[in-house]
């Protein structure tokens, strides 16, 4: 009898290991997965922590992780170096407007391309997937020079207008869409309605997550835009933050805390959007019971 619960204890025991034990693909996964999170979070880290060291704590070798002394110095000498809020806020609401209106432009274009047939639809969608390989350096004259005969330069709509439309946007909902099942806005068309009641009431309903990924990617792509806000705006009321972080350094030096602690800041607005956006993207209940 003892024998018998001996060898069941064991047997038991033996099956718990054998269901508790990782399969080789799931280790090296979790483990590509960590080394990518770990070059993700130590850059952000390291952006926070240097932001409350001295310039001694900051260029020390071997580097020095923590401060010994947590102060806000430096986030009060950015503050009093250049006008940090105006820019912050300049930086949030056109980054909000271009993300907003790509997705405007981008949504009736991508329906139009996935659901409509017109003469010459594939040829004005592969033109407009094209323009996606073109560099973006390529058009910067051009598109510099048609904001100045406008009469744009130096204000917003120099920025905000030219950035509206997105080709990389329209291609991911154009991916969404066409993946609708048909009977959705059938019924839509047969009580009456129009396409673009379609595309509002059902296409727009039915891809969130993709419409908040495209808002997401739009959002970001503009708030870290740096080299067209150069060009095109002068006055320092108008300027966004990551032209304005520039003026934290010179030709000869940089204080690298102040610069990090306008990094730390800057970065808030982007976790708090992907935050806001974060159920869109993980709910898998929206599209689960929809694509067919």
Not at 48 to 77: D, I
Not at 125 to 137: D, K
Request: proline share 7%; glycine share 6%; no cysteine.
């Amino acid at each position: 009898m003892t024998n018998s619960n001996s060898h069941n204890f064991k047997a038991v025991q033996s099956e718990t290991r054998k269901k508790t034990r990782f399969p080789l693909p799931q280790l090296l996964i979790v483990l590509v997965l960590s080394i990518g999170a770990l070059m993700i979070f130590v850059p952000f880290f390291w952006m926070v922590f240097t932001s409350f060291k001295t310039p001694t704590e900051a260029y020390a070798w071997p580097p020095v992780w923590l401060p010994k002394n947590w102060n806000g110095s430096n986030f009060q000498q950015l503050f009093d170096t250049i006008p940090f809020f105006k820019m912050f806020l300049n930086s949030v609401w056109t980054s909000f407007a271009i993300a907003t209106l790509n997705i405007l432009t981008a949504a009736p274009a991508a329906y139009a391309f996935a659901r409509l047939r017109f003469p010459g639809n594939n040829l004005f969608f592969g033109s407009h997937l094209l323009s996606m390989i073109v560099p973006w350096q390529v058009t910067l004259i051009p598109t510099f020079l048609m904001v100045k005969q406008f009469g744009w330069y130096d204000s917003y709509a120099a920025l905000i207008i030219p950035s509206i439309s997105n080709a990389f946007t329209v291609f991911l909902l154009y991916q969404f869409f066409k993946g609708l099942p048909k009977s959705l806005e059938e019924s839509i068309l047969v009580d009456g309605g129009t396409w673009f009641t379609a595309l509002w009431h059902i296409g727009i309903p039915a891809s969130r997550g993709a419409v908040a990924a495209a808002w997401l990617f739009a959002f970001l792509g503009n708030w870290q835009n740096f080299l067209w806000p150069l060009i095109v705006l002068q006055s320092q009321d108008k300027m966004v933050l990551p032209v304005g972080l520039l003026s934290l350094q010179n030709q000869f030096s940089v204080n690298v805390p102040v610069l990090m602690a306008g990094a730390t800041l800057s970065s808030l607005p982007t976790i708090i959007a992907y935050l806001f956006v974060q159920r869109y993207l993980t709910d898998s209940a929206i599209t689960s019971g929809i694509k067919g």
